[in-house]
């Protein structure tokens, strides 16, 4: 349950997904997928083999120690869910898997490609006795891919399909760098995608149907230019530090601050009023002295209409200009600490933003304004802790966390006695 | 074949990636997305129309090769808002959409006279979707971003980098393609809950705050044991966390800025990959256990880039497949989109049909849909391409009045 420091009134709306069922079988690549769900009021159920899902046990824990329950890994990614454990290895077991997803909207798995078809569990099978199901497969590859058999994780997910090869430092003989777990929470992105889009079909058209999403496929499609530079004008981006990589280089734009953390400068001062708030900052902070190219501030302030800009490095006076805007931001940056520089950036109208940890970003008087500090009850340990909040604020079906991640087999009982009694809360919403 | 949302009708104002990403999800499954572009500033709100890369170097405003892949599938007009004509004709397509979507900075829609309570008195049920970098409340709601900008400020940045030197960050928007993808699940999410209760409703989604949703197990990290990501040694983005994996990274192979990624999970992995190596450091008890393996990983990482280094990135990546390990080369974008043939199977890269550039490549979906799959079959609409069409189907304009319109500045 939420208990937010941020309480809002949520008592008397539901989530948009209230009454919809998700089962989702247990694999890393998809547990943020049933997540996004969970929050949005869906009743997922969490569906782990006898022993449980390996990712119980990643860390970090509770208080660094190992055990039970103690992975904040699956805290983060489990919240909202109900768990309980089904061994689709027996055929008692597969039955009883049977009758729950004759109760279930979708079914969200990431098995390897050919495992729930030698099972008698694929979507030929199950929509036989459940025709309105939405079966989401995700895969390396995609369903009819052999090489989705292969043996995979984020990072080899993530080299076969584009990004890292955009990320990285302008020195090449630095490895390009992978965003972590970045590859699975974009397999994730479009399985939620799907799931959705799938729903409204359904509302309308009363069936459900198979919807087959390839992890690499998804990354191919989230690499922005490197992509369409090829399929466009087939020329290869190359990687450069801390900004988009480019068929030719760019100028950089991480700066460092006095308080060595980074800013990033995005796209200089470029209109009169911009020049004009710019050499207003240098002379609060005492700093006009030491830079003489100053002067150029005040004549881009001044200057009459939008600037040319393709006048740079060819007109002496737009050139001297531009020239100060840039030498007086790197000035400011070396004399202040990197908020510091990006709020004044930004009130110079500059679209300026400070590289934070995530926790200083998490901590930022901003997301704390806006409730994104979120506290989730842990009954059995008595505590509450913080947890990171929305993606989006849907006023009329908030965003929640109705739970904390389910123990093993915690709601065993409690599910396997609603099919049973067919007492479902999706019957109940019919 | 059916579409699955060919129900829906879209007001779209957005622009960029951050926006048109969202709906171009839409459109590719028959959603009608009908952008609304402003004729006097030729659309140039959204600097990807006229921009690189270019086809055959043919430049101009219809010819942005970003804008078309960004925005195929959709129906493109002109509305010029200075003029109360534009304002009206803007309304009567209130009237008949289900969504409203923009990503401006706050504000512009409501300097407009559209903002949320008076499209609701347009049409009580309407969707509305504004996506702009720090949503509309708070601080910094007035602050400008675009997805570098959105990555530093969330951590992205920062998680994406090598110990001891400045971050590396993202070679592009992560956070625009994520943020649309936001974008379109917050639309359909509103759409489910009004057909479920006929009540329309506003989603305001801040790019940062969805960003900052991606760095889970390590804000709880930070909010349980007070462990900063800001700490000696980190971050060491190639590595892996969670879980613990050794050896885990992208090693430098023979070839022009070739390389490989490599990861072993469990003993099993390590077995193989040591046996395919077969040099003697494999066999060293300093590296027998992952607790050892990962207390020497500086000194792992460079036998392992030695090894890599005498060999061809997908020699090492058939050695190593078929010895079972997680591999991969690095693919580069000529390799992954025209070599690879796994993306063309898949149907990744479908050509539209684009009135000025011809016919072109863009990004596909990544899913297969049994029933009601997507197309992408247009190219993205040329500046007020489809004025006629929709003004005619939707609002029953004559072609005369269209032309007047269109003399008047209105469209």
Redesign the interface.
Known sequence: MTSSPETHDDTKSVGALDGVRVVELARAPIAWAGKLLADMGADVILVEPPGGDPSRDYPPYLDDQPGENRSLYWWHYHTSKRGIVVDLDDSGDRDRFFSLVATADVLLEAEPRTRLGALGLDYDDLQAIRPELIHVAVTPYGRHDPKSDLPFTDLTIMAASGPPWSCGYDDHSLPPIRGPMQGYHTASHFAVLSVLTALLHRDIAGRGQFVDVSMTAANNVTTESASYTWLVAQRTVQRQTGRHASVSPSRETQQLCADGRYANTGVPPRRPHEFAALDKWLKELGLDAELPEAVFLAMGANWEGPFDLAKIGRDDAVTAIFGAGRDALKLIASRVSAQAFFLGCQRTGLAVGVVNAPEEAFEDPHFKARGFQVGVVHDDLRRTVVYPGAPYALKASPWAISRRAPRLGEHDAEVFDEIEGRCSPLDDAR | M?E??S??RVCDFTGQ?AGAGATK?LAS?GAEVIRIEDPVRQGRWDILRGS????DERRGINLG??F??HNAGKYGITLNLRTAKAKRILEQLIEVSDVVSENFAKGVMERWGFGYERLREIKPDIIYVSNCG??H????SD????G???????????????PG??????????M???GA??????I??????R???G????????C???A??????????????G????RDGQ?H??R??????AP?????CRGD?D?????C?DPD?WGHFAEVVGESWCREPAYASLASRLAAQDELDQLVGAWTVRRGKFDVETLL?EA???????????E???L?A??G??G??PSVAHPEMGD?????????????NWRIARGGPCLGEHNAEVLTRLLGLGEEEIARLEEEGVL
Not at chain 2, 148 to 162: D, K
Not at chain 2, 165 to 174: K, L, N, Q, V
Not at chain 2, 188 to 193: D, F, I, K, S, T
Not at chain 2, 212 to 225: C, E, I, K, R, Y
Request: charged share 15%; proline share 9%; glycine share 8%.
């Open positions: 059916a699955a949302l129900a829906f990636l999800w499954f690189p890369p270019f086809m090769g970003a078309n892949n720090f949503g409340s708070g601080p910094y602050f400008k971003t675009w570098p900008i959105v990555q530093a400020v969330s951590g992205l940045t920062f998680t994406s980098g090598l030197r400045e971050p590396a960050g993202w070679g592009y928007s992560y625009d393609h994520t993808y936001f974008m379109a699940m917050a359909l999410l509103a759409l489910v809950h057909q479920r209760t009540e329309g409703q506003w989603v305001d989604l801040a940062t705050e969805a900052l949703t991606l760095h889970g197990p390590a804000l709880l990290d930070w909010t349980v044991n462990r900063p990501t800001r971050p983005a190639n892996s966390q969670w879980p613990p994996m885990h990274g992208i090693y430098p800025d390389w490989v990624a490599i990861a999970r992995d497949r079972g390990v997680p591999v991969s080369a690095v693919m580069k974008p000529e992954r989109i025209d690879d796994s993306t199977d898949f990744l890269w072109v490549r863009v990004d596909g979906q990544p899913v297969h849909f049994s029933e009601t």
